[in-house]
């Protein structure tokens, strides 16, 4: 079982910044892909970003790019997500989730590992 912890969540106005942090209990063997999704009452929840441990690749949501970026320490087994620039329809329960099979897909489905979440709220 791998647990899931998130971090770093708060209440920012807009065009301000806060860094998320996830850690996760994950086998040594560094093959797999650390997510991040956000959602709000009434709807899915949506794909952030992510990044796949051992080769580094990312992919951002298009919402994002430009805007937010996600990083490793391999060290602590952690993963980032830095987000500048915020606008009020960022606010949303934030969620790192973990795919232990290292590939990289956008669709929450595929993760098998979820935190409990992290609000972020960004006024106008």
């Known amino acids: 079982q791998v647990q899931v912890v998130e971090s770093g969540g708060g209440l920012v106005q807009a065009g301000g910044s806060l860094r998320l942090s996830c850690a996760a209990s994950?086998?040594?063997?560094?093959?797999?892909?650390m997510g991040w999704f956000r959602q709000t009452p009434g709807k899915e929840r949506e794909f952030v970003a992510a990044?796949?441990?051992?080769?580094?690749?990312?992919r951002y949501a298009d919402s994002v790019k430009g805007r937010f970026t996600i990083s490793r320490d391999n060290a602590k087994n952690a993963v980032y997500l830095q987000m500048n620039t915020l606008k009020p329809e960022d606010t949303a329960v934030y969620y790192c989730?973990?795919?232990?099979?290292?590939?990289?897909?956008?669709?929450?489905?595929?993760?098998?590992?979820w935190g409990q979440g992290t609000q972020v709220t960004v006024s106008s």
């Open positions: 989730a973990v795919d232990p099979r290292g590939l990289l897909y956008e669709s929450r489905n595929e993760y098998a590992y």
């Open positions: 990044i796949i441990w051992n080769s580094g690749i990312i």
């Open positions: 994950v086998r040594t063997v560094r093959i797999y892909t």
